[in-house]
């Protein structure tokens, strides 16, 4: 990674290949992707800001004079939540003692945690720990209790009303079937007195299974699932080639 560029407002990359490459061959991350394997140190091409020299003083000092904190206290600081991700994704170990050779480590890993007192770090760290362990605990224990649930209550082929379930049934994959390839939109009134009553009649599997009025709600709903899948694929399709336009 070589520079970083300010256009219209985003951040962008350029870079060359090493290894072999063509050094002479500039690329920008807006028009290829590529994945960052090491990130080097950025002072070699920005300039530090006064903020960020204080910050570098604090980590490298490790504490050695107590650090006046942040107004918004740890609990809602973004200290926190990178030292709650780094546990999570095990960057640092759940299970790890944490004495101040761990604590000099960790505090290294960010420079958001040179707001914070050094000396209260190590007490942060085992805290954030018993958290996520609390927590790891009760979904065992919800996943335990949902396998158990499940392992002795089948699930019921009937609603509450007494027809079958809609979700999985023959009926739900047919009309979703039909809204795919148009043969709802060809029972119109100009051809039937009640469109929605003649389609309903058109198959066993809907008017000896479902209602009328409920059969009825149920295209409806299907309708809004189809519409909304589809505003989910065009948003995921701008959102895809944003950049290369």
């Known amino acids: 990674m070589v ?5 219209s407002g985003k951040v962008r990359y350029s870079f060359y290949f090493e290894n072999g490459g063509d050094e002479t061959k500039l690329f920008n991350a807006s028009c290829r992707y590529v994945t960052i394997v090491e990130e080097g140190n950025s002072s070699q091409f920005f300039a530090e800001t006064e903020a960020e020299a204080a910050k570098r003083h604090a980590v490298d000092t490790h504490g050695s004079k107590q650090t006046e904190e942040p107004k918004e206290g740890w609990k809602k ?7 709650f991700d780094d ?3 095990g960057i640092i170990s759940l299970d790890a003692k944490v004495d101040k050779d761990l604590s000099m480590k960790v505090f290294d890993m960010h420079i958001e945690f040179a707001d914070w007192d050094f000396n209260k770090f190590a007490n942060r760290i085992k ?20 396998e ?8 019921s082929k009937f609603s509450h009303h007494g027809y079958i379930q809609w979700q999985g049934s023959e009926a739900q994959k047919l009309v979703q079937k039909h809204l795919k390839d148009g043969t709802i939109g060809s029972y ?5 007195d009640n469109p929605k009553m003649e389609y309903w009649l058109s198959r066993s599997e ?3 299974e479902f209602p009328l009025s409920v059969f009825r709600d149920k295209i409806r709903q299907e309708q809004r699932t189809a519409k909304y899948h589809h505003t989910l694929t065009v948003r995921g399709k ?5 950049y290369s336009n």
Request: proline letters at 2%.
């Open 3 to 7: 520079d970083r560029l300010e256009a």
């Open 77 to 83: 600081s973004k200290a926190r939540k990178l030292l």
């Open 87 to 89: 546990i999570r994704q």
């Open 127 to 146: 805290g954030v720990q018993k958290i996520i362990k609390q927590q790891n605990a009760r979904a065992n224990d919800d996943k335990a209790a949902f």
């Open 148 to 155: 158990n649930f499940c392992e002795n209550h089948e699930p």
């Open 188 to 192: 119109t009134k100009e051809k039937y």
């Open 206 to 208: 809907f008017c000896d």
């Open 238 to 242: 701008k959102e895809t080639y944003k």
